[in-house]
Nanobody, 125 residues
Framework: VQLQASGGGLVQAGGSLRLSCAASGRTFSNYAMGWFRQAPGKEREFVAAISRSVGSTAYADSVKGRFTISRDNAENTVTLRMNSLKLEDTAVYYC???????????????????WGQGTLVTVSS
């Protein structure tokens, strides 16, 4: 499956952004999806995940209540809505996909075989 992330940009603290990840190549609904981010000098970290099909969700504690992950299986897209952005949310954001037979949210980068190219989110003061 091929993934194309978009929607990053420069936003002031407290603002909002919406990231999108378009998938192609396979049956999208069979894939668990995730968003991760990587700030300069730091390891890639989990942000949010959504399971295949019914769309159970999971979030990192640092974004819970501010970010929302959703999927549209008809459009083959997964979206990350980010509200109340903070300076520490600045990072390159990556979407990831993994075929699963069960309904599960995957929270580790090693759980995913497919990655998008990343989109930069910069939060300014």
């Amino acid at each position: 499956v091929q993934l194309q992330a978009s929607g990053g940009g420069l936003v002031q603290a407290g603002g909002s952004l919406r990231l999108s990840c378009a998938a192609s190549g396979r049956t999208f609904s069979n894939y668990a999806m995730g968003w991760f981010r990587q700030a300069p000098g730091k390891e890639r970290e989990f942000v949010a995940a959504i399971s295949r099909s019914v769309g159970s969700t999971a979030y990192a504690d640092s974004v819970k209540g501010r970010f929302t992950i959703s999927r549209d299986n008809a459009e083959n897209t997964v979206t990350l809505r980010m509200n109340s952005l903070k300076l520490e949310d600045t990072a390159v954001y990556y979407c990831a996909a993994q075929y699963t037979r069960i309904v599960a949210t995957l929270r580790s980068p090693v759980d995913y075989d497919y990655w998008g190219q990343g989109t930069l989110v910069t939060v300014s003061s």
